[in-house]
């Protein structure tokens, strides 16, 4: 089972999206499924690759300009990915996007719709693309006292490249202050607050709420720290590390094979690519991943 925490969706709005961000980057030729844009064409594409759950932060909030980089709006209903996790419980997995800026729906009350009438327990954001803050920003609080109320999963985006207005956006340090406030809040750090790897890494040793997926960046820079601490189990830091791939934004199959020939200690890629993912999602114990094995 690979349980894959940044695989978004390329179907429907999705596909309008990130065909324009990879017709930019020269890079839409590579992703097969949007040629269709289709749900069809999605799930063949992943489960060729052997993901058995796409975990999909596909996001709803405004896009933002941020050094050299500039970004649409994301605009992918909740209501869409719902519906697919609905049907296909095992192999979908809906991140509720969240727009914490309040421009496209209020953010407290689109949390209770997704969360009691779609059934949607695992929500992003990007605040440092819009209202362009950091994430331990008060304005914050609520929703992170909504979230943990509700016991949900927050997957928040902490590029430093490509996050916010400025690097330090993705310093970890915005991050353990939210653990502190909301100590039962479960937090994964989508691109593993590059680039302060050793002190996301450190993190994630010091608190039990937090998670991290790099998902590209494990290729970049602190490559070798990456590898060093899941295998050296620092502080029980193998628990701690998520597979992500960031699809459709790099082709999926070349991804899981290149990530499958790192040179990881015996038995850690079970942890790796579904154990730590059970807990962080809160699935453990849920019928559709019994045993190790996503079941339809």
Not at 23 to 37: A, C, M, T, V, Y
Not at 71 to 76: C, N
Not at 219 to 233: F, M, S, T, V
Not at 250 to 262: E, G, H, Q, R, Y
Request: aromatic share 12%.
């Amino acid at each position: 089972m690979i349980i894959d925490v940044r695989c978004r969706y390329t179907g429907g709005h999705s596909a309008i999206y990130y065909r324009e961000q990879l017709q930019k980057s020269g890079r839409l030729h590579l992703i097969e499924s949007l040629k269709e844009g289709s749900e069809d064409s999605f799930f063949r594409e992943i489960q060729e690759a052997g993901i058995t759950t796409a975990v999909s932060s596909s996001g709803m909030n405004p896009g933002a300009t941020l050094g050299k980089y500039t970004f649409a709006d994301r605009k992918t209903p909740n209501d869409d990915l719902a519906e697919i996790q609905r049907r296909r419980p095992a192999e979908f997995i809906a991140c509720g996007g969240l727009d914490v800026s309040n421009t496209f729906h209020d953010c407290l009350q689109e949390t209770q719709r997704c969360y009691y009438d779609l059934g949607i327990k695992v929500f992003g954001i990007e605040p440092g693309r819009a209202p362009g803050c950091y994430p331990s920003d008060p304005r914050l609080d609520d929703l992170y006292s909504l979230l943990q109320s509700l016991n949900c999963t927050v997957i928040i985006q902490t590029s430093g490249l490509k996050g916010g207005l400025y690097l330090d956006y993705a310093n970890p340090h915005h991050i353990e202050i939210v653990a502190q406030k909301f100590p039962y809040l479960r937090i994964i750090c989508a691109h593993g607050c590059y680039p302060y790897v050793r002190e996301a890494i450190v993190t994630a040793m010091r608190r039990d709420n937090i998670w991290l997926s790099p998902e590209g960046y494990l290729w970049h820079l602190g490559h070798e720290d990456w590898l060093r601490a899941i295998n050296k189990d620092f502080e029980g830091f193998s628990n701690k590390f998520l597979f992500g791939s960031a699809y459709p934004l790099t082709p999926i199959k070349a991804f899981v094979d290149n990530f499958k020939a790192l040179s990881f200690s015996e038995g850690v890629l079970p942890k790796l690519l579904y154990r730590n993912a059970l807990t962080a999602l809160n699935l453990n114990g849920n019928e559709a991943f019994s045993n190790g094995r996503a079941q339809p």
